[in-house]
């Protein structure tokens, strides 16, 4: 499982999401942007992680993500995830580099 850069930091979060409220993108094939790692964090229940070679490619690996584990997903990383139990609840926590422009855009739109 890839890690996050010591360098990056936490720029921005989902809200918490359930079988109820998930945007359905996250249930099918995107990917992360350019720059940024996805850090997907189960609150209670589990997912499983779908992970791709690439867009239409074959599945690479599926992770079972458990209450209180993480998963990784990495820059421009095709990926999609599926509930494993009706309770789950999670949400992404998203890093890119601290001196990127992705930081300094969120930064300004947190402070308008």
Known sequence: ??????????????????????????????????????????????LKFYGFTERRGEIEQEIVIAQDETAISPPEYWHKIEFMTDDTRFRVDFYAQKDSDIVAENRSERND
């Open 1 to 46: 499982m890839p890690t996050i850069p010591t360098d990056f930091v936490n720029y921005k979060s989902t809200p918490v999401f359930t079988p109820d409220n998930i945007p359905k993108m996250f249930l099918h094939l995107h990917n992360t942007r350019a720059g940024v790692y996805g850090k997907i964090i189960v609150i209670a229940g589990s």
